[in-house]
């Protein structure tokens, strides 16, 4: 079900009692109407009712005098009326009380679940670069936080991945890295729209946990250089990639159409990088003995070395890289073999 909107809280809550109200109103401008007779305007019946329901005070402007039943009148529409004022008050300090409650308890079970987190990504701005990042991590299933200054940006994320973690801050600062788990993260895209600040963000990242892979954003030439210094550990430029994608997209088109049915594809088909963990002994591809219906192992990297292809009794071991092309269910299920088989 989808989350219930501002609005529609807003409805919920005091719908019912702003109609009883108006409907108060009516009564008691009509009556007062009925009462006064035609020498009375409808604004004076209108007042009369007003300052009655709002117990201002003011005297009586209809004069009731000579007219017990105005009087009763008057006191059954201060009484129902007082009492659904009261009531519209109370239900609209609870509803802000609620929201604000809501929204502690909201980031704080949020802070819990990113303290719990252990080999997640953070990304640093959530525009139009950082959403396409969060989204391919969302279909792959990996674990991300996102740190974003501007909270409609966060807003409009969230509209469409409600349970994303998130931060409302600067992604310059520490604090913030610090607040999105930093120091057991996996990796860092600063994908802000500012070179500057993604380089702020890389140097601060590597300063607060070296091992941490940094991925850069980069638009002008002359912060290449500067980033990559600071710690980057790849540095893409949005402008040289899209003009690589057009060059595919007329040499081999088949191709990009091939990848781009790929990222389409409900199971989420990628190509997967899978690290041989510490402790696992050395074997042969077909030795392992893994379900090759899961994926198809297209390279591994062996130190600085290339293996395409890799045939069945190719030597594998700790350090080395399986390139597999497989969904995140196969990725997890051969992570999960390699693990097995090194413990």
């Known amino acids: 079900m989808a989350a219930e909107t501002i609005a529609q809280r807003v409805y919920r809550r005091f719908a019912a009692p702003a109609m009883a109200l108006v409907t108060i109103n009516i009564i008691g401008m009509v009556g007062y109407k009925i009462i006064g007779?035609?020498?009375?305007?409808?604004?004076?019946?209108?007042y009369m009712t007003f300052i009655t329901v709002a117990t201002i005070g003011y005297g009586e402007i209809i004069d009731l005098s000579h007219s017990p039943g105005g009087r009763v009148f008057t006191m059954a529409i201060g009484l129902v009326g007082i009492g659904v004022t009261t009531y519209?008050?109370?239900?609209?300090?609870?509803?802000?009380?609620?929201?604000?409650?809501?929204?502690?308890?909201?980031?704080?079970?949020?802070?819990?679940?990113i303290a719990a987190l252990r080999r997640h990504y953070i990304i640093c701005g959530i525009g139009r670069?950082?959403?396409?990042?969060?989204?391919?991590?969302?279909?792959?299933?990996?674990?991300?936080?996102?740190?974003?200054?501007?909270?409609?940006?966060?807003?409009?994320?969230?509209?469409?991945?409600?349970?994303?973690?998130?931060?409302?801050?600067?992604?310059?600062?520490?604090?913030?890295?610090a607040e999105a788990g930093i120091e057991h993260c996996a990796g860092v895209f600063a994908v802000t729209g500012d070179d500057s600040k993604n380089l702020v963000i890389t140097l601060s990242a590597?300063?607060?946990?070296?091992?941490?892979?940094?991925?850069?954003?980069?638009?002008?030439?002359?912060?290449?250089?500067?980033?990559?210094?600071?710690?980057?550990?790849?540095?893409?430029?949005?402008?040289?990639t899209g003009g690589m994608r057009i060059v595919s997209s007329m040499v081999r088109p088949q191709v990009v159409s091939f990848l781009d049915e790929m990222l389409r594809a409900d199971n989420a088909l990628r190509v997967e990088e899978v690290h041989i963990p510490e402790g696992f002994?050395?074997?042969?591809?077909?030795?392992?003995?893994?379900?090759?219906?899961?994926?198809?192992?297209?390279?591994?990297?062996?130190?600085?070395?290339?293996?395409?292809?890799p045939a069945d009794n190719f030597f594998i071991g700790p350090g080395n890289t399986l390139v597999v092309m497989t969904t995140p269910e196969g990725r997890k299920s051969l992570e999960k073999s390699l693990g097995a088989a090194a413990a």
């Open 37 to 46: 007779g035609p020498q009375v305007t409808w604004l004076n019946c209108l």
């Open 281 to 309: 002994g050395a074997n042969t591809v077909g030795g392992l003995k893994l379900n090759r219906r899961a994926f198809i192992l297209l390279a591994v990297r062996s130190k600085d070395q290339w293996e395409f292809n």
């Open 206 to 240: 590597k300063l607060l946990n070296p091992q941490a892979r940094v991925v850069a954003r980069c638009h002008e030439v002359n912060y290449i250089d500067k980033i990559r210094k600071v710690g980057a550990d790849a540095i893409v430029s949005p402008d040289f």
């Open 88 to 113: 519209m008050i109370s239900t609209l300090t609870a509803f802000i009380l609620e929201g604000e409650m809501n929204q502690a308890l909201r980031r704080r079970r949020m802070q819990k679940s």
């Open 129 to 177: 670069v950082g959403t396409n990042v969060a989204h391919e991590l969302e279909v792959t299933r990996r674990p991300y936080v996102l740190i974003e200054s501007d909270k409609e940006a966060i807003e409009r994320y969230l509209e469409r991945y409600p349970d994303a973690l998130w931060s409302h801050a600067d992604s310059g600062e520490d604090s913030a890295l």
